[in-house]
């Protein structure tokens, strides 16, 4: 294998996993962020966003694992550790983006009151008749 054809297969690979990932994620994560926007709009908005950000930042971590000048001096033997240090560095990056959003989440629920902790309801003394 080349190394154009390499970088291609652990960068695809790794971005397929990340893919895969958000679609296995889609309806709970998306149902989360409905429900702590109050908007099905701004959940879908933040839900599309999150998604992108997620698959983006894999890809960048992939593409970043090797320096252009890397490759000048490609070998056919050094494919199998090249598609791997490309497909790890993917994956550190997909985990990244998966804490950064779950950072976020968890910072967005905190922040949300929650319908249980709305104010007591007063007690009256009983009134004599």
Not at 72 to 86: P, R, V
Request: aromatic share 8%; proline share 5%.
């Amino acid at each position: 294998m080349n190394a154009v054809n390499t970088l291609f297969f652990a960068v695809g690979l790794a971005t397929a996993l990340a893919c895969l990932i958000v679609l296995v994620l889609r309806r709970s994560f998306q149902g989360l962020l409905v429900e702590l926007c109050r908007s099905e709009v701004h959940g879908t908005f933040w839900y599309l966003l999150a998604c992108v950000a997620i698959i983006l930042t894999t890809l960048l971590g992939s593409l970043l694992a090797f320096a252009p000048g890397e490759f000048s001096n490609w070998k056919e033997t050094g494919a199998l550790d090249a598609s791997l240090a490309i497909f790890r560095a993917g994956v550190i990056g997909l985990v990244l983006a998966l804490g950064g959003v779950a950072l976020a989440a968890l910072v967005s629920i905190a922040q949300t009151p929650s319908p249980r902790t709305s104010a007591p309801t007063p007690i009256h003394p009983p009134t004599n008749a």
